[in-house]
């Protein structure tokens, strides 16, 4: 059984929302080389995401739009996801990244770089990986992630974590208080990974 609301496959090897952004991408790009030829003027840079929040029975907030976003209340309480992408950015993501998201030598800080990113191209990175050679001191490599269920699995929890670490929402520190996860996000956790539920 396909769950629409976080878009994993059946065998739970990549979420379909993947595939969704590199198409999203691609659109994007051939219509922003369309307006180039008839010189449009530049699209601004990407705006914060929009205050209204709908959140889904896995527990996840999303924008109008169907971006995932975090969800920080005034007492200092993170949505699950929030929370899962900061647990889940520290075992696989900090150690070329840095802690936090704040960069290392030979790894942009991504808490910089999701100021600027959509979700659709910080999807693409994930899932296909990224070269720039010849950048700075060092070449820089992003290797392809579409492949790695501890990745792919929490793909939403990371990009909300790491938004909120972007947008200022969300400081350093590990997050003390959080909202429980939801029975149908570990069902949806458990189809990922091909577990029995």
Known sequence: MKNSLRGWL?????????????????????FSGAASAQEAPAAP????????????DLGKYTTEDGTPIYNI???????????????R???ECHVCHGPD???????????????????EQFMEIVVNGKQ?????????????FGENKNVMCYLDDIYVY???RADGALGRERPSKREDKTKAYTANENQCFGRAS
């Open 10 to 30: 059946v065998s739970g090897a990549l979420p379909a929302s993947a595939c969704l952004s590199a198409l999203l991408l691609a659109a994007t790009l051939a």
């Open 45 to 56: 840079a990407a705006a914060a995401p929009a205050p209204a929040k709908e959140k889904d």
């Open 73 to 87: 209340q005034p007492d200092g309480t993170l949505d699950w996801y929030t929370y899962s992408g900061y647990r």
């Open 89 to 91: 950015y520290h075992a």
């Open 101 to 119: 998201g704040m960069g290392s030598s030979y790894a942009p800080a991504l808490a910089n770089s999701l100021k600027t990113m959509t979700y």
């Open 132 to 144: 720039n050679i010849g950048v700075g001191t060092a070449d820089q490599v992003m290797p392809a």
């Open 162 to 164: 790491l938004k909120a």
